[in-house]
């Protein structure tokens, strides 16, 4: 646990930014060392699994033409030639190029995806904000999104994460949607960064890192 024996908390706010009181957090999650090189590793994870692996080149055997000797092997001066598509000619074929179809994906062990999880969380504890709900937007207006961003006085990159099913955050989602550059919303199934927490909802706060797997099966098992 970071600071010794000290049990981690933080403030919960209403939407106008005023402390209602102090929660604990779970030491198990935000009180950690962070593990830099297991959350190095899970990036790398993370954008490996993102690409599509569809890049190719041609080789000299898929470049069209160049079935024919270009010239005769002696006697015209010029060295041997036996295709107008081999690598050194222009419009030849590509040596060692990337081919189609290749697979970047990489695995990680459970165990070191919670710890890549926890560590980013522990991370960014001192950017947590912590609100009782978002019961006050009762429109998909993104004027009312706008003003509880400015009340709780979050600045950069916002990544809002929120059980989208549930009847009170019905028109979060698009009070979000476009709020302002640099504002992202994203359903349960993905997150980065540090975090608000609304109920059981995480919505997390700045950039440290992006996951690809599931946030709802991550954090029902260590939250």
């Not at 830099?36 to 190719?56: C, K, P, S, W």
């Not at 222009?90 to 189609?100: L, M, T």
Request: charged fraction near 25%; charge should be positive.
């Amino acid at each position: 646990m970071k600071g010794g024996t000290k049990m981690p908390k933080t403030a919960l706010l209403s939407l106008k930014g005023e402390k209602i009181k102090d929660i604990k957090l779970d030491d198990n999650v935000w009180g950690i060392t962070p593990n830099d090189q297991v959350v190095y590793e899970h990036i790398n994870l993370f954008m490996a699994n993102r690409r599509q692996g569809t890049h190719a080149t041609k080789t000299r055997s898929d470049v069209s033409g160049g079935g024919r000797k270009p010239w005769r092997q002696k006697g015209t001066g010029n060295a041997r030639q036996g295709s107008t598509r081999a690598p050194h000619w222009v419009g030849g074929g590509v040596v060692f190029g990337p081919s189609a179809n290749r697979n970047y994906t990489k695995k990680m062990n459970k165990k070191e995806r919670k710890l890549a999880l926890k560590s980013a969380l522990s991370a960014r504890e001192e950017q947590l904000v912590v609100v009782k709900d978002f019961s006050a937007i009762t429109e998909p207006k993104t004027k009312l999104m706008a003003g509880i961003i400015k009340s709780l006085n979050l600045a950069g990159k916002i990544l809002v994460i929120a059980d989208t099913t549930a009847e009170e955050n019905k028109y979060l989602s698009l009070a979000a949607c476009q709020i302002i550059k640099g504002v992202e919303w994203k359903g349960t199934d993905h997150f980065i960064g540090a975090a608000v927490i609304v109920g059981i909802c995480i919505y997390f706060i700045g950039v440290s890192f992006q996951h690809g797997y599931e946030l709802q099966k991550e954090a029902d098992e260590i939250l």
